[in-house]
């Protein structure tokens, strides 16, 4: 069982690349679950035809832990991709981090942490433990940095491999960065500045996203691109990104640059 | 409970008022049956800063000290603070070698009461026991460490096992050394404390294949049932055991003769429906009368165990009522 995390700035495009892998990787063949780590329980809705699913922590407040069951926060969406969204509070009040760590173990109580791949979409600002949770032992050994061209979200991927780094210098640990994907912004030389990136934290670009208003399209219908308009370009590149996710053995410790080099990185392709 | 284990640490993972808190209350009561210890509890000491950096580190640090000290085991216990910032607790413990490091989840916000937490570390504690060879005596599992009479009671229960020619294992947990937990499986029976240990009675029974009987003996009648079930338990021949506790019984009630047909009243009532069924036993054996204007006799808080029991509860009704 492949158990992947995506992590990356908020609005970076997350939601939408976790949601079109899954898509793809589910015509694959594949058995997937995707689980929404972001208390703002979006990350599934284009696999659910627009629907927002009830989240694990609102099933539990409701319910008590006692009452919930896995047929209460599991869906199953296209092409039989199974659902799960954590939830968690509102802004400014509670403390979602701890959503997280109990949301993992109910699902765990559940049995429901099965199938091919696993697919943690993984909010960016990695702020307290509770977040680090997917790549705990035992759940993502592969994460993914989801980025564009811009310095903010380099910035956010550099300090997710500051976590990553942290983690995976525990003995047993088997958490490693597995890659960088480029969420395009349509910046000049963006593919090149990711692509070096990666290389300068001890990984590689593992696909470049180009922006499309093909992925606005679906999303307004309430669909992944693979559903909406699987004969596209945008579509291929998902699939391709699916292939190479199952291809991928260059898993590998990040070295995080200090924020001095990856600004004069960015400099460097003004 | 884990602090009875005298030759390991135990150490609170959080802020020094988590420790200080049950160091005082352990100390104290100990001081109430006439010891002096000094629990073998440590804490992380968290900070603020701590807090919002993160626990591991300190908890790190502190599990370094405290296995440079040579215990025969550490045992780990988390608070509420740590769990809710994420600090990966079983992930720290798991990277020291050399000496046993145990965690027992025990942070109050998720849920639980005092007696799960006790039954939480019993069973962590057992998890360091392996298959052993059966020697044919009785454990004694879940003493109330902070009980009042948890010596006397202790003695109450070896007596009546003795008479059945049984003598006791390990007392799981009091008093503790850690190389004697491995010989938990080698009893041939397991007493309860009382029926709230149930689950540990259960997990043990499953590890291990050990009966269990739920319960000390309580009031005036218990002792007789007690043997019974021991007995039965064991397939050993009771009849000579329960007579001479049948005459231990008679012997106690001509000994309080004196209290009988006297107007007592109940101040506050027992709270629970065991303590009740005990007064209310020893009402009906020394045929006193239960009156609004009785004198007021005291009930203890948790019911008294075996005819020693009994008897030290009339010694203070007779105090009342002669008073």
Redesign the interface.
């Known amino acids: 069982m492949k158990q992947i995390a995506l992590y990356g700035k908020g609005g970076i495009g997350k939601s939408t690349t976790s949601a079109n892998l899954s898509a793809a990787l589910s015509l694959a063949g594949h058995d997937i679950l995707q689980i929404g780590c972001d208390p703002k329980r979006d990350s599934t809705r284009m696999l659910m035809a627009g629907r927002l699913i009830p989240t694990v922590m609102d099933q539990v407040r409701e319910r008590g ?1 006692a009452g919930v069951t896995p047929a209460d926060v599991v869906y199953t969406g296209f092409n039989g991709v199974r659902c799960v969204e954590a939830g968690g509070p509102e802004p400014g009040v509670g ?1 979602a ?2 959503g997280i ?1 109990a949301t993992f173990q109910l699902l765990e109580k559940f049995g429901t942490l099965t199938g091919d791949v696993i697919v943690y979409d993984v909010l960016g600002d990695v702020v ?6 997917p790549m ?2 035992g759940y993502a050994q592969e994460v993914y940095l989801v980025t564009s061209g811009e310095l903010m979200s380099l910035y956010a991927a550099n300090n997710i491999c500051k976590a990553i780094e942290r983690l995976s210098a ?3 640990s088997r958490c490693r960065l597995a890659g960088v994907i480029c969420n395009a912004k349509s910046q000049p030389k963006e593919e090149e500045l990711v692509a070096e990136f990666a290389r300068r934290v001890n990984s590689h670009l593992v696909q470049f996203i180009p922006r499309d208003r093909v992925v606005q399209l679906a999303e307004l219908n309430r669909k992944t691109v693979i559903e909406y308009e699987p004969a596209s370009a945008q579509a291929q590149v998902y699939r391709d990104l699916a292939t190479r996710v199952m291809e991928n053995t260059r898993l590998t410790i990040p070295s995080p640059l200090e924020i001095d080099d990856l600004e004069a990185l960015a400099i460097e392709f003004m | 409970m884990t602090t009875h284990v005298r030759d390991a640490i135990t150490v609170v993972h959080g802020p020094q008022g988590c420790t200080h808190h049950n160091f005082s209350l352990l100390h104290a009561t100990n001081l109430d049956n006439d010891r002096v210890s000094l629990p073998p509890l440590v804490s992380t000491g968290l900070s603020e800063t701590d807090v919002i950096f ?1 626990g591991e580190g300190a908890l790190d640090r502190t599990l370094d000290e405290v296995i440079a000290r040579d215990p025969a085991a550490v045992f780990v216990l988390s608070t509420c603070i740590v ?6 607790v079983g ?1 720290v413990c ?2 020291k070698a050399g000496v046993p490091v145990i965690v027992v989840p025990t942070a109050g916000f998720l ?1 639980g009461s005092f007696q799960s937490g006790v039954n939480n570390a019993l069973v962590a504690l057992a998890g360091m026991a392996g298959p052993a060879e059966g020697n044919g005596r009785v454990n004694i599992i879940g003493e109330k460490n902070l009980e009042y009479e948890v010596e006397e009671n202790f003695t109450e229960v070896s007596r009546l096992l003795a008479l059945l020619g049984l003598s006791v294992n390990i007392r799981f947990v009091r008093d503790l050394a850690t190389d004697r937990i491995a010989s938990l499986a080698s009893a041939r029976l397991n007493v309860l404390r009382d029926p709230s240990l149930i689950p540990v009675g259960d997990f043990l029974q499953e590890r291990f294949g050990t009966p269990y009987i739920p319960a000390y003996p309580v009031g005036i009648s218990g002792t007789v049932a007690f043997l019974e079930s021991v007995a039965g338990a064991c397939g050993i021949d009771c009849h000579r055991a329960v007579e001479e506790e049948r005459a231990l019984r008679q012997e106690t009630l001509d000994d309080f003769a004196d209290l009988a047909g006297a107007g007592v009243s109940f101040t506050p009532l027992p709270p629970d429906p065991e303590g009740n069924r005990a007064a209310q036993d020893l009402v009906e054996a020394l045929r006193l009368d239960v009156t609004p204007s009785g004198r007021p006799v005291p009930v203890p808080v948790t019911p008294p165990i075996g005819i020693t029991g009994v008897r030290r509860l009339l010694h203070r009704w007779r105090r009342a009522l002669h008073a």
């Open positions: 832990a403390c981090g701890r760590i307290c433990g509770g977040f680090a949770m705990r032992e525990r003995p047993k | 993160g769990e809710t910032i994420g600090d990966d992930m798991g990277t849920g």
